[in-house]
């Protein structure tokens, strides 16, 4: 069990940056997998960038270039570094931690932080 705690969305400029964290209530050592997801209105959740505990980074093509996802296994935190934002980047993001079992993966998620991207 791991409770995640997203920080740092808010209104931004087309061609800003924000900065994103995620804290989890207990180490993320162990973590297979700690990334971050966004949804928009009306669309599926997507996957946008995630880290595995091997140091392994995915981007979604949407977003390579732009944003940069890091994991911090002392403080538990993970954090997505975006630039060169645009306003399709518009959604709520959330924070996901997955660790994969016997019986499969697990996840575990964030309530979510806004990003909005406008003029």
């Known amino acids: 069990q791991v409770q995640l705690v997203e920080s740092g969305g808010g209104l931004v400029q087309p061609g800003g940056s924000l900065r994103l964290s995620c804290a989890a209530s207990?180490?993320?050592?162990?973590?297979?997998?700690m990334g971050w997801y966004r949804q928009a209105p009306g669309q599926e959740r997507e996957l946008v960038a995630r880290?595995?505990?091997?140091?392994?980074?995915n981007y979604a093509d949407s977003v390579k270039g732009r944003f940069t996802i890091s994991r911090d296994n002392t403080k538990n935190t993970v954090e997505l570094q975006m630039t060169g934002l645009k306003p399709e980047d518009t959604a709520m993001y959330y924070c996901?931690?997955?660790?994969?079992?016997?019986?499969?993966?697990?996840?575990?998620w964030g309530q979510g932080t806004q990003v909005t991207v406008s003029q």
């Open positions: 996901n931690a997955a660790t994969s079992s016997w019986s499969g993966w697990h996840d575990w």
């Open positions: 207990r180490s993320i050592a162990s973590i297979d997998r």
């Open positions: 880290t595995s505990s091997d140091g392994n980074t």
